[in-house]
């Protein structure tokens, strides 16, 4: 019942810029968390950062002080503003949201999109 939709990967040089967009959508209640999560070809699945109600933020220690994570609820978007961009930043990111809806709890992902950090 709830879809997400993400934007803004692509290719960029170290040392650069993205923000991320992903932007919810469907039969929504509220939106508790929103998230990014990235995984690279042989790694795991990590956490990159987290919003709760409320305001509280997680982040990877590796990318503290360069990510930024923001909600807008009324558009039930979350961002993830991304600087000093490194090489082992590349890695598809996935965004996710948890909430309610009127058929109860829903943790949905988007489809996950391509961040490319290379020279």
């Known amino acids: 019942q709830v879809q997400l939709v993400e934007s803004g990967g692509g290719l960029v040089q170290p040392g650069g810029s993205l923000r991320l967009s992903c932007a919810a959508s469907g039969s929504i209640f509220s939106i508790n968390a929103m998230g990014w999560y990235r995984q690279a070809p042989g790694n795991q699945r990590e956490l990159v950062a987290r919003i709760i109600s409320g305001g509280s933020t997680n982040y990877a220690d590796s990318v503290k002080g360069r990510f930024a994570i923001s909600r807008d609820n009324a558009k039930n978007t979350v961002y993830l503003q991304m600087n000093s961009l490194k090489p082992e930043d590349t890695a598809v990111y996935a965004c996710?949201?948890?909430?309610?809806?009127?058929?109860?709890?829903?943790?949905?992902w988007g489809q996950g999109t391509q961040v490319t950090v290379s020279s």
């Open positions: 996710n949201a948890e909430g309610w809806g009127p058929r109860g709890r829903f943790n949905s």
